[in-house]
């Protein structure tokens, strides 16, 4: 079992960047497929960014491809989500998430770890 910690939200602007990070203690995610969800006020959660556990190939929504970047570290400890070109509707409480060698992550049937959220909010 992992216990994912997410950090690196905030308020910001229309056009400014950030770096969600998203960090275990106990077991390295070496061999986890890992991913990024987004639940806006109102709307149900939706899938953003993942990375297979194999291969490392990475998967985006249409929402963010090419403006967001998902990454992690070469230790397994820490994943990130690289948000460039914020806009307002990007404003929503990101959630980290991590499955134990799934061939990849698009559902939320697919995770078997979640991190406990952290809000993203950007003004216009």
């Known amino acids: 079992q992992v216990r994912l910690v997410e950090s690196g939200g905030g308020l910001v602007q229309a056009g400014d960047s950030l770096r969600l990070s998203c960090a275990t203690s106990?077991?390295?995610?070496?061999?986890?497929?890992l991913a990024w969800f987004r639940q806006a006020p109102g709307k149900e959660r939706e899938f953003v960014a993942s990375?297979?556990?194999?291969?490392?190939?990475?998967d985006y929504s249409d929402s963010v491809k090419g403006r967001f970047t998902i990454s992690r570290d070469t230790a397994g400890r820490t994943f990130y989500l690289q948000m460039n070109s914020l806009k307002p509707e990007d404003t929503a409480v990101y959630y980290c998430a991590a499955s134990f060698k799934a061939p990849k992550i698009r559902t939320m049937a697919a995770v078997g770890n979640w991190g406990q959220g952290t809000q993203v909010t950007v003004s216009s």
């Open positions: 106990g077991r390295t995610l070496i061999n986890y497929s």
């Open positions: 990375m297979a556990w194999f291969g490392g190939i990475t």
